[in-house]
């Protein structure tokens, strides 16, 4: 494929999508093009943390692998633990620790990080030239089917041979996409209520939290009664560690219910007070809901809202220089933790498919139908998975103690995989 800016890959949308295909695109060989509606890198916040697993494989697989090999040291929650990413269920009315899943369970050969999620952006921006300040209008595809136009708002337009929609769950590229009528039917808000903030604590607390808990991440579903048929659910999460500071440690809460009779609320005081309440209401107590309570009362609490958005029917025989991956394509609630996973996952594959169609291994039809066979029932199956789990977590006292013991039986056969394969192993070694 000559080198020519027709034949660019323009990727709009810098986020984490976006950043890991031009990562991929960059060490394949593909020129790219990378382009953000955001003014600058800190235009906005970025969110706290997350935690990355199951793509991991395959960036580790497709990217420079002395970048990739940086990962932990720099986006790292705790760069001291960098691969610490324990997550424990407990009961929010008692406070009593139920599972723990920690990094420990997973495959040997799976890379866990619990990352920062500013820092991680940070991390796969290095080296890749982002043009920013730039909001699509609107696309053109050829007349031939091959390679698009791309007028920006600013009545620039740039030629490539490809658009990869990365900008999220308000997509421009999706929206003209599907059409905008299939846009709004389609993006569905989701009723849930979210107050969420973030503080800094001292070592005493921190250590209280990790011993009785998790060094990463927690969630504490809790209800007034058997009967109550929803619960309050409560997540916490350590975001940040700065040892030179007196309270070197970052703690994330959020609090979440599907009442929907609850007021809106302009203050940070108000919200604050609000998501004390509803812990309140929903008999919360113990160590993480002291850190509710305990937060400053100049602390910013924001509200969150989700919305959700299955890949559409369109992609399934539309294969044309448009692509959709990440929010963009799928965009689905935090309740199951794997949305980052799925996105970096959708842009190592296309990648992965790009770099085949730059080496005329493949036409564009192949490679973008190779790419959606696999996308699109893993982002739909994610998409309706994460649904139920939010219900689930927001669900009846029975229904939120059924998931804890399905996960906790899931982790106890993971655990016993493990030991029947360190015996083995250990078997093998005696005979040699």
């Known amino acids: ?30 020129s790219y093009k990378i382009f953000e509606r955001d003014a600058s890198p800190e235009d906005r916040t970025q969110g706290w ?25 720099k986006s790292a929650v705790d760069p001291e633990n960098p691969r610490k990413g324990d997550f424990c269920l407990a009961n929010g009315n008692t406070g009593e620790p139920l599972v723990t899943v920690g990094s420990d369970t997973y495959d040997s050969n799976v890379d866990v990080f619990r990352v920062n999620r500013k820092r991680f952006r940070s991390w796969l921006m290095e080296g890749i030239d982002v043009t920013w300040n730039k909001r699509i209008d609107h696309y053109t595809i050829n007349d031939d089917g091959n390679g698009v136009q791309v007028t920006f708002t600013d009545g620039t337009v740039e030629e490539g041979s490809v658009i990869v929609g990365a900008d999220g769950v308000n997509s421009q590229v999706c929206r003209q996409l599907i059409g905008e009528d299939e846009f709004k039917t389609t993006t569905v808000p989701n009723p849930l ?9 001292d070592s005493e607390l921190r250590q209280e939290i990790k011993e009785n808990y998790s060094s990463a991440h927690m969630m504490a579903p809790s209800s007034i009664s058997e009967e109550a048929d929803h619960s309050t659910c409560l997540f916490v999460s350590l975001v940040d560690v700065d040892k030179s500071k007196e309270k070197p440690y970052e703690m994330l809460w959020s609090v979440s219910c599907l009442d929907k009779e609850e007021p809106h609320h302009e203050t940070n005081q108000e919200r604050l007070n609000q998501a004390k309440n509803w812990l309140k209401k929903s008999g919360c107590s113990g160590l993480l809901n002291r850190l509710v309570t305990g937060t400053p009362d100049d602390t910013e609490v924001v509200t969150l809202k989700i919305r959700e958005r299955s890949p559409h029917s369109i992609l399934d025989t539309f294969h044309g220089p448009v692509v959709l991956i990440g929010d963009a394509l799928h965009s689905m609630t935090q309740f199951r933790g794997e949305g980052g996973n799925h996105a970096i996952l959708d842009a190592c594959l296309l990648g ?12 564009l039809k192949e490679a973008i139908n190779t790419y959606y066979s696999e996308a699109l029932p893993r982002g739909r199956k994610a998409v309706a998975e994460s649904h139920e789990a939010l219900n689930i977590v927001h669900g009846t006292r029975a229904q939120v103690f ?16 493990m030991s029947q394969e360190d015996s083995s192993s250990a078997v093998e ?4």
């Open 1 to 30: 494929m000559p080198s020519d800016k027709k034949e660019n890959v323009i990727i709009i949308g810098a986020g984490l999508a976006g950043l890991a295909l031009a990562n991929v695109l960059k060490h394949q060989g593909v």
């Open 193 to 201: 209520r979210i107050l969420a903030a973030s503080y800094w604590i």
């Open 49 to 73: 943390s997350l935690s990355m697993h199951f793509c991991l494989l395959t960036l580790k697989t497709l990217m420079d692998p002395a970048k990739y090999a940086t990962l932990g040291d």
């Open 429 to 432: 070694t005696s005979k040699q």
């Open 402 to 417: 059924a998931m804890i013991n399905g996960i906790a039986k899931s982790v106890e056969k993971m655990i016993e995989k």
């Open 352 to 363: 992965k498919e790009l770099a085949s169609l730059h080496k005329q291994e493949k036409g």
